[in-house]
């Protein structure tokens, strides 16, 4: 008890706060910037940490990266570029719905279920921090195997107005994250020579391409701006009308927070997969699956609400063993080496206090970004009605300027423009864009952990309990499509 005080206490310490403070405002303007992820932020503000009180350094580092995903939410809505890559799946709708005049009710929604994800994913993180680390530990190969292959029965899912595209789509997605070398051999595969193909292609070059060029060109070409009514529509009525919908859809808003909490204590699973993840369970549970794609609100709240939530459980693994549940917490852990901790089991019995003061920084932090964005919603929500001839060349500036700007590579801006206009393809015949990226994020996955299973337990580790578990989830996910459509034949 004593030291959840002592971090509670050290939380509302003046130092604490200001920086805390300035880790969102610079967190949000990250997820303006398309390209710009949390990863990157970390990265970028780690070395100013070093001679920090332990606390307030990784409170400063936790609350740039934890609202990341908030900001790039309002570029995702409101130009259909996604600020960070796991902002790709609010395009979907968001994008819709600002094109239709309603991006004030969207940006509500959007920032109400991020903050509502963020409180949840840390109160889930301190309920666990005690209790976890059996639960944990017994995610082994196959369990993570069999996960990941559940994520990809999602492009089924996400691609049930035609199934063959979206299915097509992710083993095309599959493919292409074969490219470079293998993760298990080390051999390199289709590099056609090229010492910048040894790598693989970037998240964030394919992501940026797919969802942000095609959009740009299309606004381009219309010469108006992204919305076909007024900035009324975008007053701080309506956003917070936006936000309504989200309480009023709290079953959602938890069951797509629990989804990321899912995918964020499981190392290695990705940062990206949750959101989509969260989608295509709210469309196949939805009452109007077929409005999804078309400005849906409920394609908003899930995937933002999973956005935020799943630091919280990235963090369980990061804190109480050491293991990083993402590639920004294997950063953080950095961060613990420069103010002479380390994260583990000694951290978590020897500094409850800090664990204590990060949990409560991820929800105050989301709190405070909501809100601030909230109140800045309007103002910013008038880029919807400039004009498509001058917002297209100064997006597309910005896209080429934060891509190069994550590795300083001109090989990742030359990326961005094949997978541009392999995106403007795949947008011009109807195949299903999300489907080729969460196959391409997680097919890595799927290669490594099934020869580690393999290797470890044989062929047979399919029958282990939970792996069995899961199998049962993906055959019935491959079915619902068909007993949905027998359902809905039967109603009529």
Avoid at 260 to 282: D, K, N
Avoid at 296 to 321: D, H, M, R, W, Y
Avoid at 380 to 407: D, K
Wanted: with cysteine; net charge positive.
């Amino acid at each position: 008890m004593s030291d959840i005080l002592s971090g509670l206490a050290s939380f509302g310490s003046p130092t604490a706060l200001a920086f805390m403070v300035a880790g969102i405002l610079i967190g949000c303007i990250f997820g303006l910037v398309p390209g710009l992820s949390g990863l990157t932020a970390i990265a970028l503000l780690l070395p100013f940490v070093y001679g920090m009180d332990p606390g307030v350094g990784l409170s400063f580092l936790l609350a740039t990266h934890a609202v990341v995903n908030t900001g790039g939410s309002l570029t995702a809505i409101l130009v259909g570029i996604p600020g960070a890559p796991s902002n790709t799946a609010t395009v979907l709708d968001g994008y819709p719905m600002a094109q239709r005049g309603e991006g004030g009710r969207a940006l509500g929604a959007a920032l109400a279920a991020s903050a509502v994800g963020g409180i949840l994913g840390s109160i889930v993180l301190i309920a666990m921090l005690p209790v976890l680390q059996p639960i944990v530990l017994y995610f082994q190969s196959p369990e993570t195997f069999m996960i990941a292959v559940l994520g990809i029965t999602f492009i089924a899912v996400l691609g049930s107005q035609d199934m063959v595209k979206g299915l097509l789509s992710g083993a095309l997605g599959m493919f292409i994250a074969t490219f470079g070398y293998h993760s298990v051999s080390g051999v390199p595969r289709f590099w056609l020579g090229i010492d910048q193909m040894l790598d693989g292609f970037p998240l964030i070059p394919v992501a940026l391409g797919l969802f942000a060029i095609p959009e740009i060109v299309a606004l381009g070409q219309t010469g108006g701006g992204v919305a076909r009514r007024g900035i009324a529509e975008t007053s701080l009525r309506n956003i917070l009308k936006g936000a309504a919908d989200a309480f009023l859809r709290m079953w959602l808003v938890v069951r797509a927070s629990l989804i990321g909490v899912f995918v964020g204590l499981i190392p290695g699973l990705g940062g990206e997969t949750a959101p989509w993840m969260a989608y295509a369970a709210a469309k196949a549970t939805s009452r109007k699956p077929e409005a999804f794609g078309r400005g849906s609100v409920e394609g908003v709240i899930a995937p933002e609400a999973c956005n935020n939530s799943k630091e919280g459980g990235a963090l369980v693994p990061t804190l109480a063993f050491g293991i990083p549940g993402s590639s920004a917490m294997a950063i953080l852990i950095g961060a613990f080496f420069v103010l002479g901790l380390e994260a583990g089991p000694q951290f978590l019995r020897n500094h409850m206090d800090i664990a204590v003061h990060l949990s409560v920084t991820l929800a105050v932090a989301n709190i405070l970004a909501a809100v601030v964005l909230i109140l800045l919603g309007p103002y910013l929500a008038r880029v919807t009605v400039v004009p498509g001839r001058i917002l297209a060349p100064l997006l597309m500036v910005t896209l080429i300027v934060g891509t190069y700007s994550v590795e300083n590579n001109l090989s990742h801006v030359l990326f961005l423009m094949i997978f541009g206009v392999l995106g403007f393809l795949l947008k011009e015949f109807n195949f299903n864009r999300p489907a080729m990226l969460l196959g391409f994020v997680l097919a890595p996955m799927i290669e490594t952990y099934m020869h580690i299973a393999s290797r470890a337990h044989g062929w047979t580790f399919i029958f282990r309990p939970l792996p069995l578990a899961i199998l049962a989830i993906i055959v019935l996910a491959m079915a619902w499509p068909a007993i949905r459509r027998r359902r809905g034949r039967a109603d009529r």
